[in-house]
């Protein structure tokens, strides 16, 4: 009996030390990835939806927070606040409400979707909020990249965003491509290798990427960085795209007025 009782103790003592130097340690439990069901909304942006699917940010996508973004970045994906703080002021310009905006109001066009996305057409070729849901053939442009190897890099994200915008030049005639849409895709494709990569090499499993792209869950073995990711994190690796990528210029394309208002003001 006092041998049972030592050992409960033990087992007490050795969950309380767990929980001291584990502060994910229930992600699993209290994070665990659902499917959007009826009457859930998501965004245009698979982190932002995976931090939803998993309980991040409110799983139903409404009634979003700068707070509720900001913390969950930095729980789901240590993303320093600089990046889903600008997002979630996006998403009050382009929500009704005063203080919260559902995922589905980041979609209007040039917030923080433009055309020629990794993972959505552009809004041309599916309006009215069409190109919300993820596109595998929009996707298969970066998935067939970097063949022979298992990983994504420098090189190939600035091939894939030359390929998704050749192709919006030839066949979108709405295509706004400017020095800031160079950038924003740059800084995307940066995001991306450093969150589910590394940071400083720029490499990154293609296992891993794929899953979240496309199934926008936590990839199964995949761990949050250590390092915070924030803009001075990605500026290394967002010029070292931009510098790889071969950027015709821009053309003489501009969003709508009220687009416009969200882009600048955010």
Same mark, same amino acid.
């Given at each position: 009996m006092f041998g049972f009782i030592r050992l409960f103790s033990f087992f007490l003592i050795f969950e309380g030390i767990v929980a001291?130097?584990?502060?994910? %340690?229930?992600?699993?439990?209290?994070?665990? #990835?659902?499917?959007?069901?009826?009457?859930?909304?998501?965004s245009p942006c698979p982190f932002l939806n995976v931090l939803a699917n998993h309980g991040y940010v409110p799983r139903s996508g409404k009634n979003v927070t700068i707070p509720d973004i900001v913390k969950g970045g930095r729980e789901g994906f240590n993303v320093?606040?600089?990046f889903f703080r600008l997002t979630g002021k996006k998403g009050l310009l382009t929500s009704p409400n005063l203080d919260s905006f559902n995922l589905d109001d980041l979609n209007l066009r040039g917030c923080?979707?433009?055309?020629?996305?990794?993972?959505?057409?552009?809004? #041309?070729?599916?309006?009215?909020?069409?190109? $919300?849901? #993820?596109?595998?053939?929009?996707? %298969? =442009?970066?998935?067939?990249?970097?063949?022979?190897?298992?990983?994504?890099?420098?090189?190939?994200?600035? %091939?894939?965003q030359d390929a998704r915008l050749n192709h919006s030049i030839a066949n979108?005639?709405? $295509?706004?491509?400017?020095? =800031?849409?160079?950038?924003?895709?740059?800084?995307?494709?940066?995001l991306i290798l450093s969150i589910l990569g590394d940071p400083k090499t720029g490499i990154a499993q293609k296992s891993v990427v794929d899953t979240l792209m496309r199934e926008e869950r936590m990839p199964d073995g995949w761990k949050r960085p250590e390092d915070v990711i924030d803009v001075d994190t990605i500026q290394p690796l967002t010029?070292?795209?931009?510098?790889?990528?071969?950027?015709?210029?821009?053309?003489?394309?501009?969003?709508?007025?009220?687009?416009? $208002?969200?882009? #600048?003001?955010g």
């Open positions: 001291m130097v584990s502060p994910y %340690q229930n992600q699993t439990e209290s994070h665990h #990835f659902q499917a959007p069901g009826e009457g859930d909304v998501r320093g606040p600089n923080i979707e433009m055309d020629t996305s990794l993972t959505r057409p552009d809004a #041309f070729f599916a309006p009215n909020n069409a190109n $919300l849901p #993820f596109n595998e053939t929009v996707y %298969q =442009t970066m998935a067939s990249s970097n063949p022979g190897v298992d990983y994504y890099n420098v090189t190939s994200q600035a %091939q894939v979108n005639p709405e $295509l706004v491509n400017d020095a =800031t849409s160079l950038f924003a895709r740059s800084a995307a494709s940066a010029q070292a795209i931009m510098d790889a990528s071969n950027w015709p210029g821009p053309n003489n394309g501009t969003y709508p007025g009220a687009q416009q $208002l969200v882009i #600048f003001s």
